[in-house]
């Protein structure tokens, strides 16, 4: 399929993980792509493989917190490919989660600064996109949200924060824009295991994370990735304004599912998956 024919994606935090699957995705299916990251090597090196499959891609430095620099990177779009058609705003202040802890325990230099990346430059990428958008007829954009701005945690509160501010935004681009033909959808991951996460995540998060799972797998990029086209293209020309999980049903159930559920009875880790598709009398 090349659901993206003729068409011009700009891809934020494109160098590595879900942005850069993303991308990759996009170009695969037709797609010119602007894959932005403000560490330049890593841009470089995603529309390198996008070139190396026949596609068509420009890499482009770009600090999305800036709003001149996000200027500049719509402008520079519009400038090489005529226009842009659709946005997956998939960068984020990631270097910040490990010092966003707990209310009272927050430095709010990190608060700020995680908004302004999350929130704030997400917002700047979609002012600047939808009047292109509208020149051309209409356009898609995806925001990338996450499980932790649908539910409480003991850390991550800045972080989670503007992942739940970003389903706002999703759902009041869609409702303000909507009659210009753009749509507008948040996708919101669970457990992915990214590089970034891989060398972070100890051997016991991961054992516990992956015990609130339904499916007996960790995610990758590449399913997001999968999403993310689904909700740009034509296929899902009806779908906006929603928040879309991706999450291998860790947002699912009860709480005490991980510790047996209503069998009483409490399973280990490894007992998870076969304990999820047994018959229930």
């Known amino acids: 399929m090349e659901r993206f024919e003729g068409k011009v994606a700009v891809v934020t935090g494109a160098g590595a993980g879900i942005g850069k699957a993303c991308a990759l995705a996009i170009a695969r299916e037709g797609g010119r792509v602007v894959a932005a990251d403000i560490d330049c090597p890593a841009a470089i090196a995603c529309t390198e493989q996008i070139a190396a499959e026949a596609g068509n891609a420009l890499a482009l430095a770009t600090d999305i917190a800036d709003a001149h620099a996000v200027a500049a990177l719509f402008e520079t779009a519009e400038r090489h490919f005529g226009g842009v058609d659709l946005l997956v705003n998939n960068a984020s202040a990631m270097h910040l989660t490990p010092l966003d802890g707990a209310i009272l325990e927050l430095d709010l230099a990190v608060w700020d600064q995680t908004m302004a990346t999350n929130l704030r430059g997400t917002l700047l990428c979609c002012r600047q996109a939808i009047p292109r958008m509208i020149s051309r007829g209409g356009g898609a954009i995806v925001n990338m949200s996450s499980c932790q701005g649908l539910s409480g945690d003991t850390a991550l509160t800045s972080y989670a924060a503007s992942k739940a501010a970003m389903n706002m935004l ?73 928040v879309v999980c991706i999450d291998g049903g860790m947002l699912a159930h009860v709480p005490t599912y991980a510790d047996g559920g209503n069998s009483r009875a409490a399973r280990t880790a490894g007992e998870t998956a076969e304990f999820a598709a047994a018959p229930r009398n």
Do not use: W
């Open 170 to 242: 999703s759902a009041s681009l869609a409702t303000q824009y909507g009659h210009a033909q753009i749509r507008c959808n948040a996708v919101a991951p669970g457990l992915i295991m990214t590089e970034r996460l891989l060398a972070k995540l100890d051997e016991c998060m991961h054992r516990h994370l992956h015990r609130h799972q339904l499916l007996p797998r960790v995610g990758r990029p590449e399913d997001v990735a999968a999403l993310v086209a689904f909700l740009l293209s034509d296929d899902a020309a009806f779908i906006t304004g929603q």
